[in-house]
């Protein structure tokens, strides 16, 4: 969990107990994820003149429980980091943030050395993930733009101007078929990612801050927060 004043909490989901906090960034964290083997964990934020992109290298079975360390960071978005995404065989991370162009575009890290190994095209980033089997890389445009990036050789395979407002979420299925996606104009969209075509959509009053498909493809929750409101309502959608 990442705090409005910096600091990131890591816990325990089956006995809801705190394992570690520290002050990760000096301003909000606007952009968390955890490593699918907990090896690693990214943070994103808008420090001024700091490294805005911290990497974490997780500790879980070391004394006295867990022990975190920052393994490597960044400023290249020198104006705030708004998503981070890992790929699924923990090699690569992925994140989006304003550089001092003013846009903002996908960066491409490799984990183990903290290099930054790939840069795609232009692209106004402000949600991210790779699909399950790591070959596309989904993003959510400020603009309302969608893409899929295939992953190796950074190729746009697929964009559609299909928001008024920034795209803050998008999830794949569990079998990598389908993609939801859910915008700041309390749209949500899910796409046949082979066709790319659109299977369903339907749209809520609030700002659509999260979405993911059930394990069976057949449902889809969505995360709500209404203009003004601390709080997100939940929401399910039948497939």
Not at 37 to 58: F, I, K, P, Q
Not at 155 to 173: L, N, W
Not at 179 to 184: E, S
Request: with cysteine; aromatic share 8%.
């Amino acid at each position: 969990m990442g705090a409005a004043n910096g600091v990131a909490v890591l816990w325990n989901a089956e006995t809801r107990g705190k394992l570690w906090a520290w002050k990760a960034h000096q301003h909000r964290i606007d952009a968390l994820a955890v490593s699918r083997d907990t090896r690693w964990m990214a943070t994103g934020s808008g420090d001024d003149a700091r490294a805005t992109l911290r990497v974490w290298r997780v500790g879980l079975d070391e004394p006295p429980g867990v022990n975190v360390v920052e393994a490597f960071s960044d400023d290249s978005h020198s104006g705030g980091v708004s998503s981070v995404a890992f790929s699924p065989d923990n090699r690569f991370l992925a994140a989006g943030g304003f550089t001092g162009s003013g846009h903002t575009r996908p960066l491409i890290y490799d984990l183990d050395t903290g290099e930054r190994v790939n840069a795609l095209p232009f692209d106004l980033t402000r949600s991210l993930q790779y699909s399950p089997d790591g070959r596309l890389l989904a993003a959510g445009g400020d603009e309302g733009f969608v893409s899929l990036w295939e992953f190796a050789s950074g190729t746009r395979v697929c964009e559609e101007h299909a928001y008024s407002r920034p795209v803050g979420t998008v999830a794949f299925s569990a079998d990598g078929r389908r993609l939801a996606t859910g915008g700041w104009d309390g749209e949500v969209r899910v796409w046949d990612v082979a066709s790319h075509a659109c299977l369903a959509e339907c749209s809520y009053d609030g700002i659509v801050v999260a979405c993911r498909l059930s394990a069976d493809g057949t449902a889809l929750d969505v995360a709500e927060k209404p203009e003004g409101s601390s709080r997100a309502r939940m929401h399910r959608l039948a497939l």
